[in-house]
């Protein structure tokens, strides 16, 4: 996937939220807050989300509610300890609604300002993965243990497909 964009209530209530907890940098902002066009930490992508606002009378999504749509977005951290100080964040700011374990990666979830779900995850290295990697796995996440496990500073597998790219090999 390059990009997401999304309709939202206030494009700029968007992009301080991504910002302040999750590091996002702005690369291009419409007049009067009509539009808002952001990059992940580390991501080399011109831009990873657009938000366009529709104002604030907008009503929620219905997706998932007997209504279809997305159920969320995805964004990949470097390490454990990172996703430990996002879970932090975003827990200090009301915004986390669950934490999984699912084997081949670890998982916090939380609502943006809209309340649009997005899970922010570390995926585990692909020569640990064993028998879980075609397992459907949902467990309760123990960020400590994970990292007293992995390893705080351990790379996630698309940064070590990233090194092993630039390497040549």
Do not use: C
Not at 46 to 63: L, R, T, W
């Amino acid at each position: 996937m390059n990009h997401a964009v999304l309709y939202v209530r206030d494009a700029r209530r968007q992009e301080q939220f991504y910002r302040e907890l999750l590091g996002f940098e702005t690369v291009i902002e419409g007049p009067d807050g009509a539009f808002v066009f952001m990059r992940a930490p580390a991501s080399v992508n011109h831009h990873d989300i657009a938000f366009f606002s529709i104002g604030v009378g907008a009503s929620p999504s219905p997706a998932g509610r007997g209504a279809v749509g997305m159920y969320h977005l995805a964004w990949e951290v470097a390490t454990l300890d990172e996703l430990a100080e996002i879970q932090r964040r975003l827990a200090d700011a009301g915004a986390v609604v669950g934490a999984s374990d699912h084997g081949a990666n670890k998982s916090v979830y939380a609502k943006d300002p809209d309340g649009l779900e997005f899970e922010v995850m570390w995926l585990v290295p692909p020569d640990r993965w064993g028998d879980e990697e075609h397992e459907a796995i949902i467990r309760p996440l123990d960020i400590s243990a994970e990292i007293d496990r992995h390893g705080g500073s351990t790379p996630s597998a698309s940064r070590l497909d990233a090194r092993a790219a630039g390497s040549g090999s």
